[in-house]
């Protein structure tokens, strides 16, 4: 399997997430949902900061080339760990999770199935839809 690295790579990410999401609810608990948002934001950015200083290899000048649109990740990152600590904080880990997976699968395959965002057509199919429908399920069980 040749893309082993890569799905171990995303597997991490995952499990960092979850982690992410506990910890950022304990500590939204103690500081305030929306502080600890800001917080996690502004230890991410630091440690960003210094991996693209000594790593990075990049240009951050082609920032303000790029379509205007093709921005808004940031906003959106701070939409969705915002709501994921409102949530960690009512419901556990455990369900925001498994929402939150439900959310990105669903909007995925839409994204996909319209080539939208410049990301690669790949149209919907029966096999998708049992992904999507075998997440709700697991739903009703976490």
């Not at 600890?36 to 502004?42: D, K, L, M, N, R």
């Not at 199935?113 to 399920?137: C, E, M, P, Q, Y």
């Amino acid at each position: 399997m040749k893309n082993l690295p890569i799905y171990m790579l995303a597997l991490i990410a995952g499990i960092s997430l979850s982690i992410e999401a506990a910890l950022g609810g304990a500590l939204g608990e103690n500081i305030g949902k929306l502080e600890s948002t800001y917080y996690i934001f502004v230890v991410g950015a630091l440690s960003l900061f210094l991996g693209v200083l000594f790593f990075g290899k990049g240009d951050l000048t082609q920032v303000f080339k790029v379509p205007k649109w093709t921005l808004t990740g940031g906003a959106l990152g701070v939409i969705y760990l915002s709501l994921l600590i409102i949530s960690v904080t009512f419901v556990g880990v455990g369900l925001s999770i498994t929402v939150v997976i439900i959310g990105q699968l669903f909007t995925s395959i839409v994204v996909d199935h319209f080539g939208w965002l410049g990301t690669k057509r790949i149209s919907i199919d029966r096999n998708r839809v049992i992904a999507i429908g075998l997440l709700l399920l697991a739903l009703v069980f976490i």
